[in-house]
């Protein structure tokens, strides 16, 4: 049985999507933020970094969510959220996915925690907002494609990208030019938004519908 360390709403939430679409057996272990239990001693001993999430899968202990998103898949090859190993889409899988976890999540980073980008008091504001508008430029390239092909990154075929869309666009909701204006976006995030497997998610963390 999987156990995914987590905190309602945080990075650990496309992971807990792809647990409930999947349909496999899992465990939720909280670590409650508003205590700090990131930095417990004890949850650093499976994340050195003691950042949220953590997915122990047997003796294999993994971080970073993109990283869980991908072994679930590969876990669970009939749910078919991967392409195969080698071929052009799962090619653009990648793109995506590292377009979404190393442009876009820095700077919601960047955007919410804006003190910790800069040693200048003076210039965290200005931080905030570099970071929102690098946030409008990547949400416009990922709009445009999904125009272009779409309803998902994969064209016609759902994959872990599109759940770790979801995931990041709410959390642009407290954003000037909020993503899921983006008509594009909006149909994409609709599609995976009204899966049961999200419903679910959603209602064990305690979280409201994202639209």
Not at 42 to 69: H, Q, W
Request: charged fraction near 20%.
């Amino acid at each position: 049985m999987y156990e995914l360390f987590y905190y309602p709403g945080n990075a650990s939430l496309a992971p807990h999507f792809l647990l409930e679409e999947v349909g496999a057996p899992f465990e939720l272990r909280l670590v409650d933020r508003k205590r700090d239990g990131q930095k417990d001693p004890e949850y650093m001993k499976v994340n050195p970094m003691g950042r949220i999430p953590t997915l122990v899968d047997g003796g294999l202990v993994l971080f970073e969510s993109a990283a869980i998103c991908l072994h679930l898949a590969d876990r669970h090859p009939r749910a078919g959220l991967v392409p195969t190993v080698g071929t052009g889409e799962r090619a653009h899988l990648y793109k995506w996915l590292m377009f979404l976890t190393n442009t876009i999540q820095p700077d919601f980073l960047a955007f919410y925690y804006p003190a910790k980008h800069t040693t200048d008091a003076d210039g965290i504001a200005a931080v905030k907002t570099a970071a929102e508008r690098r946030l409008d430029a990547a949400y416009a390239v990922v709009n445009e494609a999904l125009g272009k092909g779409g309803p998902y990154l994969l064209g016609e075929t759902l994959s872990v990208a599109d759940f770790y869309l979801l995931m990041l666009t709410r959390w642009g909701r407290a954003q000037t030019n909020q993503p899921k204006k983006l008509p594009n976006v909006r149909r994409c995030v609709d599609l995976v938004s009204d899966r049961p497997s999200v419903q679910r998610a959603l209602a064990t963390e305690g979280l409201n519908p994202v639209f």
